[in-house]
């Protein structure tokens, strides 16, 4: 069975960093792309990017490059996604999802993650 | 980036009726090289994350009930849903994967008239 757990809830001061985690289960961790998406009332739902674990690459959406950082431990099926500097404007759900893919191009979204609750408050 | 406008945000149907969920992408999402349409549907209830109902503009998630259809090519789709069931109540959204960055539909917000 395919599971993805994330990492808690994170109530964290302007400024400040974070790493969220989210573990995969149940499936060849490696071969599938791990997407961060994003969920605000006033924003909806935003695709953050994407990373392939089996060789590290990594695809932004412009309006988040620089402003966090996508990464993945293969060795224990983990991607990340951190912040150097919080802003309270990254409050947010944030959730991991495995993405299915034709000719390594990511396409939809199969498994979600629960969510991780991030307040940043100013 | 494709901006993804679904129509309308918010609708009431009755128990066994049917729903119909607009979504209009603004340029094609339509990929010559394998003759598909890059748009997904997704379903979220309260408290959930969203959960993948189509792909390909018309496929049907494993597992997911015949009463989900999808329908529509290039820029127009439609999710409809037959037979409205209680557990249809949830905000549905439309994805699309042609091009980089992804993108989602403000949400169609779904209750029981």
């Known amino acids: 069975e395919v599971q993805l757990v994330q990492s808690g809830a994170e109530m964290k001061q302007s400024g400040e960093s974070l790493k969220i985690s989210c573990k995969g289960s149940?499936?060849?961790?490696?071969?599938?792309?791990m997407a961060w998406m994003r969920q605000t009332p006033g924003r909806g739902l935003e695709w953050m990017g994407v990373?392939?674990?089996?060789?590290?690459?990594?695809r932004y959406n412009p309006s988040f490059k620089g402003q966090v950082t996508i990464s993945v431990d293969k060795s224990i099926n983990t991607a990340h996604l951190q912040w150097t500097s919080l802003k309270a404007s990254d409050t947010g759900i944030y959730y991991c999802?495995?993405?299915?893919?034709?000719?390594?191009?990511?396409?939809?979204?199969?498994?979600w993650g629960p969510g991780t609750l991030v307040s940043v408050s100013s | 980036d494709i901006v993804m406008t679904q129509s309308p945000d918010s609708l009431a149907v009755s128990l066994g009726g049917r729903a119909t969920i607009n979504c209009k992408s603004s340029?094609?999402?339509?990929?010559?090289?394998?003759?598909?349409?890059?748009l997904a549907w997704y379903q979220q209830k309260p408290g959930q994350p969203p959960k993948l109902l189509i792909y390909?503009?018309?496929t049907r998630q494993s597992g997911v009930p015949d009463r989900f259809s999808g329908s529509g090519s290039g820029t127009d789709f439609t999710l409809t849903i037959s037979d409205l069931q209680p557990e249809d109540v949830a905000v549905y959204y439309c994805?699309?994967?042609?091009?980089?960055?992804?993108?989602f539909g403000q949400g169609t917000n779904l209750e029981i008239k």
């Open positions: 999802a495995r993405g299915w893919w034709v000719v390594v191009e990511p396409l939809w979204y199969d498994f």
């Open positions: 149940g499936y060849n961790f490696k071969e599938y792309w």
């Open positions: 990373i392939f674990p089996r060789d590290y690459d990594v």
């Open positions: 340029q094609s999402v339509f990929f010559g090289l394998n003759r598909e349409d890059h």
């Open positions: 390909w503009a018309s």
């Open positions: 994805q699309q994967y042609y091009d980089s960055p992804h993108t």
